[in-house]
């Protein structure tokens, strides 16, 4: 009965803290054992003289659990905790399991490190904070030592090793997150772009590949000319192709614009050269310059279209495509600062034509959101409700249970494909993918707008009247969006489209 008594149950004994070999540390690197440093730990401690006392309460697992979760909380020095752990453990397993921490120990520093490993590289946050973030395991387990110091820094309760701030590029310096790394990954993806818009014929399948994750700034206009189907794949005819197109949109101008007076024409003027100077940036659009060329675009677009003529909203899709062509000519990084006032006119004449063929590719697939009554428009917002009511019913019955119709706020992100709602340089990086989707704009534009209306489900279902849900969602809080923010909706878009887009039928009830 003695030995019984010797075995009792682990979880029994009344040590109040057990070293991290009784339950393994998720995300945690134990230090390894060096027999040469350590050697007289091998020597098991004489025990401690016992004396009767009163008996002890019996403690339980779960109260063993929650002491020994994580042992190296306790604070205490490796050399302690290696002393405590040979209390139990027999000497040729230590040595075995020493002798096989350094083996694994000196592997893995001689092993070239991956950029993309997990467990080398810490989740990046944005804004540049390089702290060491827990552990998956330990973010949902609290405990009484981290609540008492959650002002202390992130150290040892992390249960990370000090090594694991290594960052992208191999170095554990903060500092060096910043531009040298990344650009040295967009020179690598603009280089990419390069190679393949200057081959002979420009593979249009990989171009759009390349160009979901967004489009590098020097090849952008190139590549959305390519993708909107204005210029060819083939080098050699891109030339006359441009010069054809752009002499074909002039002999227009000539032809029709001089008749933005006539009776037959005038309304249709009058309500372009009204909303004109209301859109965005206005410190574009207010240039003199800038407003004829928009207003000839509109007005020629509308009068090659009489099934929908002009109407409000296509105005808006005019800025992405001259922002982005103008920027070619000018030495601006803010893309909604472009001063026109030194480009060449002949230069501004081809961006004139360019934007306007662009345009004109890009409304014959939407053609349906402006015709009379704008039945395309009214058939993706019920897709929307329909949508959004299946992927998040919380956020579609709280919007029901205070009377906010879909047709109230996402009538214009169907209208103006979400530019009022974000800031320019978002908008442009949102149309790299939607030139690189097939039917981006009318489509995956759907998508696009469910995983929008869902990033907002916690400030939704705070709000409890209808004026401020519906004063939210018409002006949604996007100032500050780059485009890592862009990336991470389109990212949940095409989620969302993966589960549904083949399948219709699963998102009607």
Request: with cysteine; hydrophobic share 35%.
């Amino acid at each position: 009965m003695a030995s019984d008594g010797a075995r009792k149950q682990f979880w029994k004994r009344s040590n109040s803290k057990v070293p991290g070999s009784i339950r393994h540390v998720y995300g945690a690197q134990h230090p390894p054992f060096d027999p040469l440093l350590h050697g007289t730990l091998l020597q098991a401690p004489p025990k401690a003289p016992s004396t009767p006392g009163k008996a002890k309460r019996t403690s339980t697992f779960q109260e063993f659990e929650s002491n020994t979760s994580d042992a190296w909380d306790a604070g205490e020095d490796d050399d302690e905790l290696l002393a405590m752990a040979t209390e139990s453990l027999n000497s040729a397993v230590v040595m075995e399991t020493a002798h096989r921490v350094l083996r694994n120990h000196s592997q893995r520093r001689e092993r070239p490190q991956l950029p993309d490993a997990p467990s080398a590289e810490p989740p990046l946050v944005p804004g540049g904070d390089t702290r060491l973030v827990k552990s998956v395991s330990e973010s949902h387990t609290s405990r009484p030592a981290e609540t008492a110091s959650s002002t202390i820094p992130l150290q040892r309760s992390q249960s990370l090793p000090h090594s694991a701030t290594v960052t992208l590029g191999g170095t554990s310096d903060p500092s060096t997150l910043s531009s040298p790394a990344l650009s040295e990954r967009e020179a690598s993806r603009l280089d990419k772009f390069r190679q393949l818009l200057a081959g002979p014929h420009t593979d249009l399948e990989e171009l759009r590949r390349l160009s979901w994750s967004g489009v590098p700034k020097p090849v952008r206009p190139m590549t959305w000319k390519l993708l909107s189907g204005y210029l060819p794949a083939n080098v050699d005819r891109r030339p006359a192709t441009l010069q054809r197109k752009q002499k074909e949109y002039f002999a227009f101008v000539e032809h029709y614009y001089d008749s933005r007076n006539d009776d037959v024409h005038q309304d249709t003027y009058r309500q372009i050269h009204i909303d004109v100077p209301r859109m965005t940036p206005e410190s574009l659009i207010l240039q003199p310059r800038v407003t004829e060329i928009f207003e000839r675009i509109l007005f020629i677009w509308a009068i090659r279209h009489p099934a929908s003529g002009y109407v409000q909203g296509i105005n808006d899709l005019v800025t992405p495509f001259f922002v982005v062509f103008i920027c070619e000519h000018i030495d601006e990084d803010a893309v909604d600062a472009a001063d026109v006032s030194c480009v060449p006119a002949e230069v501004l004449r081809n961006v004139e034509a360019d934007t306007y063929w662009c345009v004109s590719k890009l409304l014959d697939g939407i053609q349906d959101n402006y015709t009379f009554a704008q039945p395309g428009i009214q058939t993706k917002v019920r897709m929307l409700e329909e949508l959004v009511s299946r992927i998040d019913e919380q956020v579609h019955r709280h919007l029901d249970q205070h009377e906010v119709r879909y047709l109230q706020f996402a009538f214009r992100w169907m209208n103006n494909l979400l530019m009022r709602e974000l800031p320019l340089r978002c908008t442009i990086r949102l149309w790299d993918t939607y030139q690189a989707e097939p039917e981006g704009f009318s489509r995956f534009h759907l998508y696009v707008c469910a995983a929008f209306l869902v990033r907002w489900r916690k400030e939704i279902l705070e709000e409890r009247d209808f004026q401020e849900l519906l004063l939210f969602l018409q002006n949604l809080p996007t100032a500050h969006w780059a485009d890592g923010d862009v990336s991470l909706l389109l990212a949940e878009a095409y989620r969302l489209k993966f589960a549904f887009a083949d399948a219709p039928n699963h998102y009607k009830k």
